[in-house]
């Protein structure tokens, strides 16, 4: 059983380029989402959804695009990409909002650096 | 806005030490929390979640416990051991329709040999 799997888990990318964040999960789990981790700030929601084809935004969005056309897929695209968004991205899921008291899965992680 | 804090922010301590680990909420509503322990350049592992009804959670020498009223939480690690060092992350789930999770910072554990 993979859990969350996150690809790439490292990249590198220059001020302006583009990029897509892959997380795929195979626990069946209707809610997905995406979080930045900094030094000192600890880990901070970016976007979530609640099943497929259902996106919101959670506590720093900007700069970030996702969407979720399978259960199993929730890319997130960054769309020019800047020195402020230099992190460690992380992918989460856990089951729907119905089984709200849920534990929640944690990918290993992207590493990014914007230069 | 949901504020969790997490102290001692780094902790070292010689190894079959007993220790504690505390986490404070300010909002009492909460659904959940989770513990994780995340690895030097790792992903987050979950070691214990407690649901609102919980007063405690127990997996091994680890033991969690919760007191909503108070927003408080402790980690209890029993019989320390070196491979016990790593950062630990305390996390509630508010609910809501994000039902994100709001994470502490941390407590960065060493635990000496």
């Known amino acids: 059983n993979a859990g969350v799997t996150q690809t790439p888990k490292f990249q590198v990318l220059k001020t302006g380029q583009s990029m897509t964040l892959q997380c795929a999960q195979d626990m069946n789990h209707e809610y997905m989402s995406w979080y930045r981790q900094d030094p000192g700030m600890g880990l901070r929601l970016i976007h979530y959804?609640?099943?497929?084809?259902?996106?919101d935004q959670g506590e720093v969005p900007n700069g970030y695009n996702v969407s979720r056309s399978t259960t199993e897929d929730f890319p997130l695209r960054l769309l020019s990409a800047a020195p402020s968004q230099t992190s460690v991205y992380f992918c989460?899921?856990?089951?729907?909002?119905?089984?709200?008291?849920?534990?929640?899965?944690f990918g290993q992680g992207t590493r990014l650096t914007v230069v | 806005k949901q504020e969790v804090t997490q102290i001692p922010a780094a902790l070292s301590v010689p190894e079959g030490e007993n220790l504690v680990l505390n986490c404070s909420f300010t909002?009492?509503?909460?659904?959940?929390l989770q513990w994780f322990r995340q690895d030097p350049g790792k992903g987050l592992t979950s070691l214990l979640l407690i649901q609102s009804s919980q007063r405690e959670q127990t997996s091994g020498r680890l033991n969690a416990s919760l007191d909503k009223s108070s927003g408080r939480s402790t980690l209890y690690i029993a019989a320390s051991q070196p491979g016990d060092s790593a950062t630990y992350l305390c996390?509630?789930?508010?609910?809501?329709?994000?039902?994100?999770?709001?994470f502490g910072k941390g407590t960065h554990l060493i635990i000496q040999p």
């Open positions: 959804s609640v099943g497929a084809g259902i996106t």
């Open positions: 989460a899921s856990k089951r729907g909002l119905t089984y709200l008291n849920t534990e929640a899965f």
């Open positions: 909002d009492s509503a909460i659904y959940n």
């Open positions: 996390a509630v789930s508010s609910g809501g329709g994000a039902d994100g999770l709001t």
